[in-house]
């Protein structure tokens, strides 16, 4: 793609919260944005804005054809796709005694197998450019947990390993990685886009006041999605080589107390661990 035109960049679930977001920072930016949602019309007004520079498509994730034929729209508009950011999915609460094989199964169609497909669509023209980035929603639960978001953090925990790995694969092909951990936003994650199962007496102690806090804190959030929008914007174009990008302070202060968890288990275990060799 031109740099005189600016990057091309492909945002899943584009309709509200951080997609909405990435979408008008890359434009401001003077980018060029295929948009997506599920319902396109969700979109108009950002086409309207920069018709020119703009492709609003029709995408779930969870549909192969879909995908192939949003991937060759934007390639056809275009010439091809310089940014994915796969950032469609929602929030599901619940203990895993309250979540159903179907709603964790449903939960990992687009928080994960949506996201590598999108993924795979779009690397055999990265590859062939030898450039490009992929951009990785994920959370601060895809690498520390709470009480109530095992399904969820599951997802997430998946697609943080899987992009580990596929960066370690790609980068010497010259396509990024970029794994986004937000911590609390106010985006739909707790408004429409939330899903909470039939809760158990059993776990009023652990999840409950989880799911109190998702019930009372919707619009309450602490992070500014805008502002998370122009670092993930910001950490593409400068083309910074960090992997992980924690976003809100609840998302660094969780990652460091894991992180720490794990060193302390590490440390504790390290002589049965050296003890296990023939």
Known sequence: MSAQQGRVWFVTGSSSGFGRCIVEEALARGERVVATARDPRTLADLVARAPDRVLAVRLDVTKADEVRSAVAAATERFGGIDVLVNNAGYTLLGAVEETSDEELRAAFEPLFFGAVAMTRAVLPQMRERRSGTIVQLTSASGFATYPGTSAYSAAKHALEGLSEALSKEVGPLGVRVLIVEPGMFRTNLLGPSYRAMPAMAAYA???????????????QQPGDPAKAARAIVEAVA???TTLRLPLGADAADAIREKLA???SDVERTEPIARATAF
């Open 238 to 240: 400068s083309g910074s």
């Open 261 to 263: 968890q794990v060193l």
């Open 205 to 219: 102690e652990t999840v409950g006041p989880m799911r109190t806090y998702a019930t009372q804190s919707d619009g």
